[in-house]
């Protein structure tokens, strides 16, 4: 059974507080909890970690390598400049899938530059939580490892 971890970056813990006309009244919790059951009707286990702390995501993301076949990374405002994340990223050898709930091409310019795409195995973003759900399907082909 494929065992993927969700990682999700600053500020996704306000989810259902923060912006709502962007991000939904939706919960970091509803989304675990949405996620979970679509996981379970696929024969996927899930593990959640979110953090507002660059260097937690890091290490995460190192000690994602040894425990899971794939990553779906929501980096929130990290995707625009951290390198650190970025290096961390191209220095695994497991294929991470970045996200984002809004469309960053739609939004403020400084948002239409992720510097973790260009590491990812793909991008997607403007979806909201069925964005997650798309990124977890890819995971189900074991071509993609």
Known sequence: MPHILILNGPNLNRLGKREPDVYGTDTLTDLEQKLFQ???????????FQS???GDLIDALHEAEEQYDGIVLNPGAF???????????????IPV???HLSNPHAREAFRHRSVIAPVARGQ????GFEGY????????????K
Do not use: P, W
């Not at 997607?124 to 979806?127: M, S, V």
């Open 133 to 144: 759900k798309l990124a977890i399907c890819y995971f189900m082909n074991t071509n993609n």
């Open 124 to 127: 997607i973003t403007g979806l």
């Open 97 to 99: 899938i970045e996200i």
């Open 79 to 93: 995707s625009h400049y951290s390198y650190a994340i970025r290096d961390a990223v191209a220095a695994i050898g």
């Open 38 to 48: 679509f996981a379970e009707g696929i024969q996927t286990e899930l593990t959640f």
């Open 52 to 54: 507002n702390h660059e």
